[in-house]
């Protein structure tokens, strides 16, 4: 079956440090996304990126398609980041979620 | 409304009980997806509307979950004779369909929580 792979599953983080987060995935897809959940359960978009590079202000993401990979890049962070990273990729009308990478930003 | 919105926020029912959750997609979003998250879990598909019709349900777990979406816009999940394995957040999201027939930005509601006694 499909399989959407997200590495690492935990993340600790002292504030002002980077970090990056991957997502492999076993199909060609559609369509990637990048969510937050936050600690009140509330997915928040973060990047449409089927393939390519976007940035908006600390974050940033690339997609390789071919490689079946993204990756999501947080610089500087701060302690509202924490919270969970989801990355869910569109494979023939299903949209599929990894399993997630949890983060927790300490001051 | 600006966002995708859920009604109930909570619900809490006993086994056995009859269910109704709603979801109203952002305005003008013809997608519209139905997922549950257990704890520590990634959503997971259950239905996916293109319209008012039912495109692809496959991910529903039995007969006993239905959803409709009769004017392609407000959709209701119902779920009959419930059991405790339902009890989950049931998350809707809606985004536009792109000329290429893909799915653009899916936006998220804030969910239900289904607890079932």
């Known amino acids: 079956g499909i399989q959407v792979e997200q590495s690492p599953p935990d993340l600790i983080l002292q504030e002002g440090a980077n970090s990056t987060l991957r997502c492999n995935f076993s199909?060609?897809?559609?369509?990637l996304q990048w969510f937050h959940q936050n600690p009140w359960g509330q997915l928040i978009n973060l990047f449409y990126?089927?393939?390519g590079t976007k940035q908006n202000g600390r974050l940033s993401a690339t997609t390789v398609a071919t490689e079946r990979y993204s990756l999501l890049y947080i610089s500087s962070s701060q302690t509202t980041d924490s919270g969970v990273y989801f990355c869910?990729?569109?494979?023939?009308?299903?949209?599929?979620f990894g399993t997630g990478t949890s983060l927790t930003v300490i001051p | 409304g600006a966002g995708v919105s859920q009604t109930p926020s909570n619900k809490v029912t006993e086994k056995g009980k009859y269910v109704e959750l709603r979801c109203d997609p952002i305005?003008?979003?013809?997608?519209l997806y139905w997922y549950r998250q257990s704890l520590g879990q990634g959503p997971e598909f259950l239905i996916y509307?293109?319209?008012?019709?039912?495109?692809?349900d496959s991910g529903l777990p039995n007969d006993r979950f239905f959803a409709v979406r009769p004017e392609g816009s407000v959709s209701t999940l119902k779920i009959q004779r419930t059991e405790r394995g339902d009890s989950a957040v049931y998350l809707c999201?809606?985004?536009?369909?792109?000329?290429?027939?893909?799915?653009?930005?899916?936006?998220f509601g804030p969910g239900t929580r289904l607890t079932v006694l």
């Open positions: 999201a809606s985004s536009f369909t792109l000329t290429s027939g893909s799915t653009d930005t899916q936006y």
């Open positions: 869910a990729v569109l494979i023939r009308n299903q949209f599929y």
């Open positions: 305005s003008g979003h013809t997608a």
């Open positions: 509307f293109q319209g008012t019709g039912a495109a692809d």
């Open positions: 990126i089927p393939s």
């Open positions: 199909d060609s897809v559609n369509n």
